[in-house]
């Protein structure tokens, strides 16, 4: 299964509404996680199950989508979330994440 | 609180082989899969192998079919990657994961260790 994520980077401002989206090349139903990584960093989950808040992330961040479509969205860019972000398919093997969106500060 | 902690890896020739240890803490190994994810330097997430809980089920990439093995020794609660046959085009940051369910495919990794280099290089 082909993920493709877009925009593969972006520049927004703090408070921003940012918007990232990962398409599978086929339905994966809602087998689709969210990852933030920042540089030297290992990836974080955010989101789980399409829509599915991780604990302890803050509520800007927001998933949705199932089947074939999904987006995360960041309510309102915070200065600590620039960092890059994929999307993880997990409903067939192989996984596979999206190429990646860097989010870097405007 | 549960960690991973991965280990094993290096500098090492084009051919050469390397063993990458995950130890676990904070749960047991028997209860959830176990995956590898790799990053080559500037490169996004690649999945390499996942393990179920009960180690009977193993599931490789085709880039690393037939070179990587994934196990796990519960009496130590360590995860392992063994690599045999390396090419240049194996250096990455290698990542042990966590799944949420004892199958890989029924959750994705919620947690995951800092990465351990391997670089392969004459």
């Known amino acids: 299964i082909q993920m493709t994520q877009s925009p593969s980077s972006l520049s927004a401002s703090v408070g921003d509404r940012v918007t990232i989206t990962c398409r599978a090349s086929?339905?994966?139903?809602?087998?689709l996680a969210w990852y933030q990584q920042k540089p030297g960093k290992a990836p974080k989950r955010l989101i789980y199950?399409?829509?599915s808040l991780q604990s302890g992330v803050p509520s800007r961040f927001t998933g949705s989508g199932s089947g074939t479509e999904f987006t995360l969205t960041i309510s309102s860019l915070q200065p600590e979330d620039f960092a890059t972000y994929y999307c993880?398919?997990?409903?067939?093997?192989?996984?596979?994440f999206g190429q990646g969106t860097k989010v870097e500060i405007k | 609180e549960e960690q991973l902690l991965e280990s094993g890896g290096g500098l090492v020739q084009p051919g050469g082989s390397l063993r990458l240890s995950c130890v676990a803490s904070?749960?047991?190994?028997?209860?959830?899969?176990m995956t590898w994810v790799r990053q080559a330097p500037g490169k996004g997430l690649e999945w390499a192998s996942s393990?179920?809980?009960?180690?009977?089920?193993?599931y490789y990439a085709d880039s690393v079919k037939g070179r990587f093995s994934i196990s796990r020794d519960y009496s130590q609660n360590t995860l392992y990657l063994q690599i045999i046959s390396l090419r240049a085009e194996d250096t990455a940051v290698y990542y042990c994961?966590?799944?949420?369910?004892?199958?890989?495919?029924?959750?994705?990794?919620?947690?995951w260790g800092q990465g351990t280099l391997v670089t392969v290089s004459s």
């Open positions: 994961a966590k799944g949420g369910t004892h199958q890989p495919l029924l959750s994705s990794f919620d947690l």
């Open positions: 904070g749960f047991s190994l028997s209860t959830f899969a």
């Open positions: 393990i179920s809980g009960s180690g009977r089920t193993t």
């Open positions: 086929q339905d994966i139903r809602n087998d």
């Open positions: 199950a399409a829509s």
């Open positions: 993880l398919q997990h409903n067939l093997y192989p996984l596979t």
